[in-house]
């Protein structure tokens, strides 16, 4: 077909014998060429761009922010490939124009034979500025499906973006390889022996992956929660699809991998938006125990740290060594490490007061000693009376009673 319209084209040409003739159609093609680059292909991409952002994705059907997106980059892209087009067919018009036809032969022939790559690349930027433009859509479309459903948190929200974007990429890059005629099923076993070798390799990472994927699902916390996983408490500060990171009270973060997560025994202390907390205090068992329950009940309605409901309680727990145990049953709305440490604080200094204020003693420990009953008993050992060698003089110093004197004065 090339060929033909350039047979017509030097057919056209022979007309032109003159130079003056030839140089004319020249500075026509040129101008011809100028404008078109310069203006018609500008004006058609512009408008082809403003009905495809206002017509389809401004439609509101489709969960996308117009704004969001950088259109001078592919715009642009296609002006220029536009320009370059027409730049290109006026320079073989030329060329045919001044008889260089073999040489414009030669350059069609070599274009026709990098038509196929051309198409090739093109496909290929075609299919990775769809993925990306894609991925773009199923971000914004997430974000709104988030932010009025509660099925999806936002740790949630992240590992289904980036599943759904591997997933894109991956089938770009199938795509692009299958329009460069590569061979899939080689490059498919390898990946499998690969993955093999990868996953016997890495096990553990590839068992606090999945794991990840199951807390996502299962969501035994959030971001946030009061938590204590396997011995460690604290806030959970990041979960990611291979480890979950808590905040102590001591300002420790603690990075828990998630296959020992999925395999611990989790307790949420958020979850229920309260919690009940406990402080045992001692009585002596000479006190009242029922007046004592009345005094202490009467404090803890005092704490202003604690709810009044549920009520707290008292309950005789034990008969400890040295006194009756009461514990002290209280509960505390939006719990954290903080806030059960100061209730606890304050429940112990309104609970110690009321008892001294009421006359109840806390005794100390107190130990009883008893001697066995077939050996009498025991009895304490009386002091010592003191004897000679208690009172046996220095040496060298002498007594009336000193054999040594005695016998110097006979």
């Given at each position: 077909?090339?060929?033909?319209?350039?047979d017509?084209?030097?057919?056209f040409l022979?007309?032109?014998?003159?130079?003056?003739?030839?140089?004319?159609a020249?500075?026509?093609?040129?101008?011809?060429?100028?404008?078109?680059?310069?203006?018609?292909?500008?004006?058609?991409?512009h408008?082809s761009?403003?009905?495809?952002?206002?017509?389809?994705?401004g439609?509101?059907?489709?969960?996308?922010?117009?704004?969001?997106?950088?259109w001078?980059?592919?715009?642009t892209?296609?002006?220029?490939?536009?320009?370059?087009?027409?730049?290109?067919?006026?320079?073989?018009?030329?060329?045919?124009?001044?008889?260089?036809?073999?040489?414009?032969?030669?350059?069609?022939g070599?274009?026709?034979?990098?038509?196929?790559?051309?198409?090739?690349?093109?496909?290929?930027?075609?299919i990775?500025?769809g993925?990306?433009?894609?991925?773009?859509?199923?971000?914004?479309?997430?974000?709104?499906?988030?932010?009025?459903?509660?099925?999806?948190?936002?740790?949630?929200?992240?590992?289904?973006?980036?599943?759904?974007q591997?997933?894109?990429?991956g089938a770009?890059g199938?795509?692009?390889?299958?329009?460069?005629g590569v061979?899939?099923?080689?490059?498919?076993v390898?990946?499998?022996?690969?993955?093999?070798?990868?996953?016997?390799?890495?096990?553990?990472t590839l068992?606090?992956?999945?794991?990840?994927?199951?807390?996502?699902?299962?969501?035994?916390?959030?971001?946030?929660?009061?938590?204590?996983?396997?011995?460690?408490?604290?806030i959970?500060?990041?979960?990611?699809v291979?480890?979950?990171?808590?905040?102590?009270?001591?300002?420790?973060e603690?990075?828990?991998?998630?296959?020992?997560?999925?395999?611990?025994?989790?307790?949420?202390?958020?979850?229920?938006?309260?919690?009940?907390?406990?402080?045992?205090?001692?009585?002596?068992?000479?006190a009242?125990?029922?007046?004592?329950?009345?005094?202490?009940?009467?404090?803890?309605?005092?704490?202003?740290?604690?709810?009044?409901?549920?009520?707290?309680?008292?309950?005789?727990k034990?008969?400890?060594?040295?006194?009756?145990?009461?514990?002290?049953?209280?509960?505390?709305?939006?719990?954290?490490?903080?806030?059960?440490?100061?209730?606890k604080?304050?429940?112990?200094?309104?609970?110690?007061a009321?008892?001294?204020?009421?006359?109840?003693?806390?005794?100390?420990?107190?130990?009883?000693?008893?001697?066995?009953?077939?050996?009498?008993?025991?009895?304490?050992r009386?002091?010592?009376?003191?004897?000679?060698?208690d009172?046996?003089?220095?040496?060298?110093?002498?007594?009336?009673?000193?054999?040594?004197?005695?016998?110097?004065?006979?």
């Open positions: 077909m090339l060929y033909t319209l350039v017509d084209f030097q057919t022979r007309s032109l014998a003159s130079t003056e003739a030839r140089l004319a020249t500075v026509v093609l040129l101008a011809a060429a100028a404008a078109t680059a310069a203006l018609f292909a500008p004006r058609v991409v408008t761009h403003r009905l495809l952002r206002d017509e389809v994705l439609h509101e059907r489709v969960p996308v922010e117009v704004e969001s997106f950088d001078k980059v592919p715009v892209a296609i002006v220029r490939t536009l320009q370059l087009t027409v730049a290109f067919a006026v320079l073989l018009a030329v060329l045919v124009l001044w008889g260089f036809v073999g040489v414009a032969l030669t350059v069609v070599t274009v026709q034979t990098l038509v196929p790559r051309v198409i090739q690349l093109g496909l290929t930027v075609g990775v500025a993925a990306l433009i894609g991925i773009d859509l199923l971000e914004s479309w997430l974000e709104s499906y988030a932010e009025e459903s509660e099925a999806l948190n936002k740790h949630q929200q992240g590992i289904v973006f980036r599943v759904l591997l997933s894109v990429l770009a199938i795509g692009a390889l299958t329009i460069w061979n899939l099923d080689g490059l498919l390898g990946a499998g022996f690969l993955g093999i070798v990868v996953g016997t390799a890495a096990r553990t068992g606090s992956l999945i794991a990840g994927f199951v807390l996502m699902f299962s969501r035994p916390f959030e971001l946030g929660d009061w938590v204590e996983i396997d011995g460690d408490e604290g959970v500060s990041e979960i990611t291979v480890n979950t990171r808590i905040r102590n009270q001591h300002g420790e603690i990075v828990i991998p998630n296959e020992r997560v999925a395999n611990a025994t989790i307790t949420n202390r958020t979850r229920l938006g309260q919690i009940r907390l406990s402080v045992d205090v001692g009585v002596d068992y000479d009242d125990v029922s007046r004592a329950e009345t005094v202490v009940g009467d404090a803890l309605s005092d704490v202003s740290q604690i709810l009044d409901n549920p009520m707290p309680q008292v309950i005789p034990s008969l400890g060594d040295s006194a009756v145990v009461l514990e002290c049953r209280f509960w505390i709305d939006h719990p954290s490490a903080a806030k059960r440490t100061m209730a604080a304050a429940v112990v200094r309104e609970v110690k009321a008892l001294d204020e009421a006359g109840v003693k806390i005794p100390y420990p107190q130990r009883e000693l008893l001697g066995r009953e077939e050996t009498d008993g025991f009895r304490v009386q002091a010592r009376p003191e004897t000679a060698s009172t046996e003089p220095e040496s060298g110093e002498s007594t009336p009673d000193d054999p040594q004197t005695t016998a110097a004065d006979d």
